[in-house]
């Protein structure tokens, strides 16, 4: 029995649906990991994570509108990225990022590392949350 390149395209197309559809089915599921500041480390690296801490500071680029937020969770410290998107978008829902400031928080963010230090780069405006 001979396979036509028509059958082929047909089966791969098939597949290929299958496996769209069930991203977008489980996706909702999936969640993010919670770690604790002492965990995190270099294996992490562009890791997607989520820590619960208190904003210990809060500074602004003096050459852009980034923001840095010094989180602890009492294991440890880390610094906490908000890009300038991030800052608009805390503003549009009316939300100064200074208000995070010595709160207790829950953020989304990437680990990556600058300067040999590693650091949380803050997703979007909704991966910041005051904390209960």
């Known amino acids: ?10 089966i791969a197309l098939v597949v290929s649906l299958v496996g769209i559809l069930g991203l977008i089915f489980t996706s909702p599921y999936i969640e993010v990991k919670e770690v604790a500041i002492s965990e995190i480390n270099k294996n992490m690296i562009e890791e997607e994570v989520s820590i619960t801490g208190v904003v210990e500071k809060v500074s602004k680029s003096s050459s852009s509108n980034t923001y840095f937020l010094t989180i ?9 990225i908000a890009f300038e998107s991030v ?3 805390l503003e549009n ?16 963010g990437t680990i990556t590392e600058y300067n040999s230090k590693l650091e949380l780069i803050i997703s ?3 991966s910041i949350k005051l904390a209960n």
């Open 93 to 108: 829902s009316q939300t100064p990022i200074d208000i995070f400031k010595n709160e207790k928080v829950i953020i989304t």
């Open 87 to 89: 800052v608009i978008e």
């Open 72 to 80: 602890n969770d009492g294991t440890g410290q880390i610094p906490a």
């Open 1 to 10: 029995m001979e396979i036509s390149d028509d059958k082929i395209f047909k």
């Open 124 to 126: 979007d405006g909704s």
